[in-house]
């Protein structure tokens, strides 16, 4: 997927689901189930032993299947492994938190990066790198009204939320009514007791309550 259309996804839905998943099946289940629910858009997180295999063939299952969803890698911290995801089909690169080398990678192959940032030096330095929408990292370390406070000087700046992030109106309506374009939802999302269970269905149902809730705090 181009790069603008990725951005395109992440705004248009505002929410973009993150795991980390260790096995094969299990992933491409989690992929059928989220975008069943209605969701076009997933972050596998890199944390651990051997994660780009299973994402490889995630990455198969969703050129194969789902050319609409947007599939990307998080947890990414250098620019040898940004690169590695990107050869093996990663849409989008998210970082927990600023590493320039990454920028002229992403760049040059028009991948869309997404860096964590938690200052507005930062988040300055992330733009002028060529970052279109920053993760704000981690979320439930942010003060009330810090995205507001960031924005009111700087109201072109796109703000993704990621940490902290949970399915209820009152957390998503802080979020979004401070000025965030999106947020990006883990274990709120896809819930361990979920994946343990390898209950789909109810992954599904969850992934389409939260993409109404999103939408809800969007006004």
């Not at 927990?96 to 869309?112: F, Q, S, T, Y």
Request: proline letters at 5%.
């Amino acid at each position: 997927m181009k790069r603008l259309e990725v951005y395109k996804t992440v705004l248009d839905q505002a929410i973009v689901p993150l795991a980390y998943i260790d096995e094969v099946d299990k992933a491409k289940k989690v992929i059928d189930a989220i975008y069943a629910g209605g969701l076009r858009s997933f972050e596998y997180t890199n944390r651990g032993v051997g994660a780009h295999k299973v994402f490889d063939l995630m990455a198969e299952h969703c050129r194969a299947n789902y050319p609409d969803l947007a599939l990307g890698v998080g947890s990414v911290v250098d620019a040898p492994t940004a690169a590695l995801y990107i050869q093996l089909g990663a849409d989008f690169i998210v970082s927990p938190m600023l590493v320039e080398e990454i920028a002229p990678i992403c760049n040059r192959r028009k991948i869309g990066w997404m860096p964590g940032c938690f200052t507005p030096s930062e988040i300055g330095r992330a733009e002028s790198l060529g970052a279109e929408i920053v993760k704000c990292f981690p979320g439930n370390a942010v003060a009330k009204g810090f995205i507001k406070s960031l924005l009111a000087p700087s109201p072109w700046t796109s703000v993704m939320v990621t940490g902290g992030v949970a399915p209820n109106a009152e957390n998503l309506g802080r979020w979004f009514g401070e000025g965030a374009v999106a947020v990006g939802m883990g274990s709120g999302l896809l819930r361990k007791d979920l994946l343990a269970n390898g209950d789909y269905k109810g992954m599904q149902a969850l992934a389409a309550e939260c993409l109404a809730l999103v939408a809800e705090a969007k006004g």
